[in-house]
């Protein structure tokens, strides 16, 4: 355990309440590394949500069952009186455990990782504003400077995964990792095999689990993205400001290059997730769900001002705003505005004009450094930020086209990618499957179509990468808050 970590389960721990309740007005209990630590480290569960989701986790644990104990990190609201009185009460700022540093707001802003380090110097006297800056650039460049993991032992670790928890985050989080540190080094071909092997698993887990999640209360979560405007609704107050930023074909891949970039500019998560995306993983269905809030349609059109009006009509006050963001130029946000939605569509070009995962990495990297920037104006104006995406994307090998037979018996022009194909009659959908026998991995469910493996409708041969089936990459999204 490190020395704060300790000293910061010292600080919320005392009392002799089997409960104790956190208030963190800094945050820094919530951050995603900090909770980790803690909960690897903690005698006790500990758990961090708002007022609200501590009231339904103490409803169905610790009412049910007086013998255990929980520390809870209350993120938004206030406990009722009813189980306050029956708790340990703490307020913990992190600035509290660096008394002799002036700047308080700065130390509050820095990640686990530097402020360990910070405190395992035990600097004795007055440390001013200057001097801790000076502090956490030799830190900082300390970090930078440390070599990549060999690529090797991620190669191994990748395929040493066995029987993989889909349903806990941090699994496609270890992948996505991994598989980074692999493609950095130009080595996708030595973990290609493993990549199938494991979304071979997960297509088992999404036929368990899939049809459920889109019906599903979105209350704690939204399990799929049909959910998110009602997860908003339930979970957050009217006057609270809440912006929803949708990167479009945002895999897990490219949310952990964002991630390292927000980090860089001290915005840590406060909790990160997954949903699924709509299957078929394309835009018109599942950036559809996300703002319509239901089950998508077929016959829908693609446009912002319709995602606009979508966004709109689901909040009678707080003057809802949209943008669609084409550039670098700063969002023009009303004072007023207490719900924000904001679409980029920046990475799926990128996505669209790489044939290679080295050369897609190599473009979110420039891509995540200049978006992890409009992070800094929404956190400024006072946004609570969810991140998520439509859908991801995934490398994949021409198998054949589409004939002009089966192109004549689709649905439209949407109907029908590289990875999904929607017909007009289940007969026709019936026979296109039944032709197909077992020469790739396929969903199938009435009248629509789509491939599980890195398979696509193109030219034999062809490799790109694209979206529409329900691999891993393509359905598993990020469901993230800051």
């Given at each position: ?454 398979h696509s409708f193109a030219s034999t041969g062809k490799v790109e990468i694209t979206h529409g089936g329900s691999h891993l990459f393509e359905c598993m999204i990020p469901f993230i808050k800051f």
């Amino acid at each position: 355990m490190s020395e704060l970590i300790n000293e910061i389960l010292d600080s919320i721990s005392r009392g002799f309440h089997p409960l104790t309740i956190v208030s963190n007005p800094d945050g820094f209990l919530a951050h995603e590394d900090v909770i980790q630590e803690l909960k690897r480290e903690s005698p006790t569960d500990v758990v961090v949500g708002s007022d609200i989701q501590l009231r339904v986790h103490y409803e169905l644990n610790l009412r049910r069952n007086p013998e255990k104990s929980a520390i809870y990190i209350l993120s938004t609201g206030d406990m009722l009186p009813d189980i306050s009185t029956k708790a340990n009460n703490v307020r913990f700022k992190i600035a509290e455990l660096f008394p002799n540093f002036v700047d308080k707001e700065t130390i509050s802003r820095q990640s686990l990782d530097i402020l360990s380090k910070l405190y395992n110097k035990h600097i004795q006297g007055i440390v001013t504003a200057q001097r801790l800056k000076d502090l956490i650039a030799d830190l900082t460049s300390s970090c930078v400077a440390e070599p990549v993991k060999d690529f090797g032992e991620a190669i191994v670790n990748l395929k040493n995964i066995d029987n993989p928890d889909w349903s806990d985050v941090a699994t496609i989080r270890r992948i996505s990792e991994l598989f980074i540190k692999v493609v950095d080094n130009d080595r996708y071909d030595e973990i290609a095999e493993t990549i199938d092997n494991l979304n071979f698993e997960f297509q088992h887990y999404l036929d368990n689990t899939y049809w459920n999640s889109i019906n599903a209360n979105p209350y704690l979560k939204p399990r799929c993205v049909n959910g998110i405007v009602s997860h908003i609704r339930d979970n957050y107050q009217p006057g609270q400001k809440v912006a929803l930023v949708v990167v479009d074909v945002m895999a897990f891949l490219q949310y952990g290059v964002l991630r390292t970039a927000l980090e860089d500019l001290h915005i840590s998560p406060t909790e990160e997730d997954w949903t699924y995306s709509w299957i078929p993983s394309i835009t018109c269905l599942s950036r559809q769900a996300i703002f319509a809030g239901k089950h998508p349609t077929i016959d829908y059109t693609q446009s912002p001002n319709n995602e606009r009006l979508a966004w709109q009509s689901h909040w009678q006050t707080g003057f809802p705003q949209y943008f669609y963001d084409n550039g670098d130029e700063p969002l023009h946000i009303s004072n007023d505005c207490k719900r924000l939605a904001l679409v980029t569509v920046a990475l799926d070009e990128k996505m669209h004009s790489s044939t290679s995962y080295v050369e897609l990495l190599a473009l979110t990297k420039i891509w995540a450094k200049s978006f992890a920037t409009r992070f800094v104006q929404l956190k400024e104006a006072g946004f609570d930020i969810i991140l998520t995406t439509d859908h991801g994307n995934v490398l994949a090998k021409g198998w054949r086209p589409f004939t002009p037979t089966e192109k004549a018996h689709l649905y439209g022009k949407a109907s029908r990618g590289h990875r999904h194909a929607i017909f007009m009659q289940k007969d026709a959908s019936d026979q296109f499957v039944s032709d197909l026998g077992y020469s790739i991995q396929y969903l199938h469910k009435q009248s629509w179509f789509a491939i599980r493996d890195n398979h696509s409708f193109a030219s034999t041969g062809k490799v790109e990468i694209t979206h529409g089936g329900s691999h891993l990459f393509e359905c598993m999204i990020p469901f993230i808050k800051f």
